[in-house]
């Protein structure tokens, strides 16, 4: 194992991504097929991490009504009547399953400012503009204060996000894990080529024995 890339999975922070109700659940209008599938295992990530004591970090997507916010591609379809993840709507919500407390409510005008919502000990969202949980976020800054290396990401939906936050955080110098059974819509050219950065493939069960 590379020295330099190898995860300190005790010197890390948990990331899960998207994992909102309009893109996990059953006949949501923007469903990413097989996320719903992979919730159980963020949920016991998420367990153990907080057992331990170690960061966790939702990062969201909320888009106006307007479109205003959205990327280039999405902007047209909510203009049109195509609403998805609109803050303060359910849809927008964490999938309940990985919330502290099924009862927590994302606070929107907090999170478009660009604050994070502490929901837990060390359990925090943050609000992402764009693909990138980097782009525009406090992110980096959070990471650096709270002294991790390490990225553990898990969620919705690899392609997109998480693996341009995966980029983005090999850029500033972040060891990265992938938990491959608690992403969606990963695939074999994808997985490679995030190894050829340097990013490790974990399993839920791998993580909890490391953590145990």
């Not at 059953?26 to 016991?44: S, Y």
């Not at 990327?71 to 609403?83: D, F, K, T, V």
Request: proline fraction near 4%; charged fraction near 20%.
């Amino acid at each position: 194992m590379n020295i330099y890339t190898e995860p300190h999975i005790r010197n890390s922070a948990l990331i899960t991504i998207d994992t909102q109700n309009d893109f996990t659940l059953d006949n949501a209008p923007a469903q990413i097929t097989g996320t719903q599938d992979v919730v159980n295992n963020m949920a016991r990530l998420l367990k153990v991490f907080r057992k331990e004591g170690l960061p966790i970090i939702h990062v969201i997507r909320l888009y106006l009504a307007d479109g205003s916010n959205a990327e280039l591609c999405r902007r047209q379809g909510i203009e049109s009547g195509n609403p998805v993840a609109v803050p303060g709507s359910d849809g927008a919500e964490l999938v309940s399953d990985l919330k502290p407390d099924s009862t927590i409510r994302l606070q929107t005008e907090q999170l478009l400012a660009g604050e994070l919502q502490q929901i837990g000990e060390n359990e925090f969202i943050i609000y992402k503009s764009r693909w990138g949980a980097f782009y525009r976020t406090r992110l980096e800054e959070f990471l650096l204060q709270k002294q991790c290396d390490t990225l553990i990401f898990s969620g919705c939906n690899f392609p997109n996000c998480p693996r341009t936050s995966l980029y983005e955080a090999s850029e500033r110098d972040f060891r990265t894990a992938v938990i491959t059974d608690a992403m969606s819509q990963l695939y074999p050219k994808g997985l490679e080529e995030i190894q050829n950065i340097g990013t490790t493939l974990f399993t839920t069960a791998e993580v909890e024995n490391i953590l145990s």
